[in-house]
């Protein structure tokens, strides 16, 4: 009876030594493998994984984390590479923390921000100005805002604010973000004033980026920041009180960086992205609701204009479309923008003009670009160009390559000569290809809107996100080419529409 029980505990003795056998090879041979996939010189790498939650790196993201240990025993240092699988992986920003001079002091004196009108009420809301009341049966409720164009950077910051991948570590960050209301800074200043105070802020901006350690990084290429004015304001040609303008762009340091804007100059630093438009939408559902909207919208108009004529300007065509317009016989509703009552500056009335409408007419203002453009894509009304400068040669991030998938094109030379029918054009488009570029029109609302800062939209990209993504992706771009050898700054701030244009054929209206 006894034998049996001695061999049980035989057995089991024989069980741990056999155990305690493979488990000391084992570790033997993980050290030998070490050895083997030893780096140069003697660094050893040891691979260590988990999950974690990294508060300061991943911004409250859980994290897949695959850390990388690498150990040089002749410095005795400990270099520690993390591969991370989170969403935010090559997308963080920074953003400088600038004095308050730079932006909410600009905000804080409104009624200064243009010489021609109190710009106060409308930078409530984030920046959206006051809700548009009682819109009837034009617009929606609660997603429609009286917005100046002027307030984009306001729009912006507070986007920006709400931003997912945000980094107060600026060594993680892809890119910075510089908060600077360079728009309403300038605007303060563009008439009355001298060089001096137009260029104030500006040289004030450029010598406190150039402090940071965040600048000496990249020196300032993987900064950028955001201008509610067209580019031309910041491209003061020359130091006299005559002209137009502060040089912020022109500055050294600025060369550097990217400004993002509502009309862009032929510098290839400078982007252009949508102006802000009256809609901004609370949820996705408020998108969808309103693009089923303009899918059975009736039209009765061929064609719109909302705007008045330019007789100052040299060379305008907008006295010859108002001609036309009047002389259709009923197929174009123009809305006077010179009219009493100011309607133009009215959500309901333009939107209400544009929604009963085929096509609207976008010839250039006082600049190339208009915010009429983007008032007549959300009304599903398809634009109708006469410059390049007014859409193509400008927002590449965020309309299509071919145009002529959503717009048609009208050179102004024909119509200033009376050689071109503008309702005699657009009756010669077919019902089809209406059909189809009014479709793709409504497809892009979601990209030319900026969504409430006060909520989120969950699977729509707006004009926001389009514009980050192409920031990232630029920055990037020039860090590929520096590792490659390249000179980073070679193509990034140059005065060349040809680096701009998609299609050169439109090197001749330049």
């Known amino acids: ?182 728009g309403l800074d300038i605007g303060r200043y563009l008439w009355g004033y001298n060089i001096s105070m137009r260029d104030s802020s500006a040289l004030d901006l450029v010598k406190w980026l ?33 002209y137009w303008g502060s040089k912020l762009m022109l500055l050294p340091e600025s060369m550097n960086m990217t400004m993002l804007s509502i009309e862009a100059t032929s510098w290839s630093n400078e982007i252009a992205i949508p102006y802000p438009t009256y809609f901004h939408p609370s949820s996705d559902a408020e998108v969808f609701q309103w693009q089923d909207r303009l899918r059975s919208q009736k039209r009765r108009y061929l064609f719109a204009f909302a705007g008045a004529p330019r007789p100052s300007m040299e060379g305008s065509i907008r006295e010859e479309i108002i001609k036309q317009c009047i002389a259709s016989k009923g197929k174009c509703k123009l809305l006077d923008c010179n009219s009493v009552g100011r309607k133009c500056d009215k959500p309901v009335e333009v939107i209400k003009v544009f929604q009963k409408s085929v096509f609207c007419l976008q010839p250039p203002g006082d600049s190339y670009t208009r915010r009429s453009t983007f008032d007549s894509i959300l009304a599903g009304c398809i634009p109708v160009f006469f410059h390049p400068g007014s859409a193509y040669a400008q927002y590449l991030w965020h309309l299509p390559k071919d145009y002529k998938k959503y717009s048609v094109f009208i050179p102004e030379n024909n119509v200033k000569n009376g050689k071109v029918s503008i309702k005699q054009s657009l009756l010669h488009v077919s019902k089809d290809q209406v059909l189809a570029m009014r479709e793709e029109v409504i497809r892009l609302i979601p990209r030319v809107i900026y969504a409430n800062p006060s909520s989120k939209l969950e699977t729509i990209e707006d004009a926001f996100d389009i514009a980050v993504k192409g920031i990232l992706d630029r920055v990037e771009h020039v860090r590929r080419e520096f590792k490659k050898g390249m000179n980073p700054s070679i193509g990034f701030a140059q005065e060349n529409w040809k680096l701009k244009l998609r299609e050169h054929e439109w090197i001749n209206f330049f």
């Open 1 to 182: 009876m006894e034998k049996p029980i001695l061999c049980r505990k035989f057995y089991k003795q024989l069980w741990c030594v056999t155990f305690c056998f493979f488990f000391c090879f084992f570790v033997l041979f993980c050290f030998d493998y070490l050895s083997l996939i030893s780096g140069k010189n003697g660094v050893t790498t040891l691979l260590v994984y988990n999950f974690a939650i990294n508060n300061q790196r991943c911004n409250h993201h859980l994290c897949n984390i695959n850390e990388t240990i690498t150990y040089n025993p002749d410095s005795s240092e400990v270099i520690r590479n993390f591969t991370e699988l989170d969403s935010c992986s090559g997308k963080y920003i920074y953003v400088h923390d600038l004095p308050i001079e730079f932006n909410d002091n600009v905000l804080s004196n409104c009624s200064l921000l243009v010489k021609w009108f109190d710009m106060c009420p409308f930078t409530i809301n984030s920046g959206l100005g006051p809700q548009v009341r009682n819109p009837g049966r034009v617009l929606m409720e609660n997603c429609w805002f009286a917005t100046n164009q002027f307030l984009l950077e306001v729009i912006f910051r507070n986007r920006m604010n709400q931003y997912k991948c945000l980094t107060k570590d600026s060594t993680l960050a892809s890119a910075i973000y510089v908060p600077f209301y360079a």
């Open 210 to 242: 150039a402090q940071k350690p965040e600048w000496k990084k990249m020196w300032g290429i993987d900064h950028f920041f955001v201008a509610g004015r067209i580019g031309w304001d910041f491209q003061r040609q020359k130091d006299n009180d005559s």
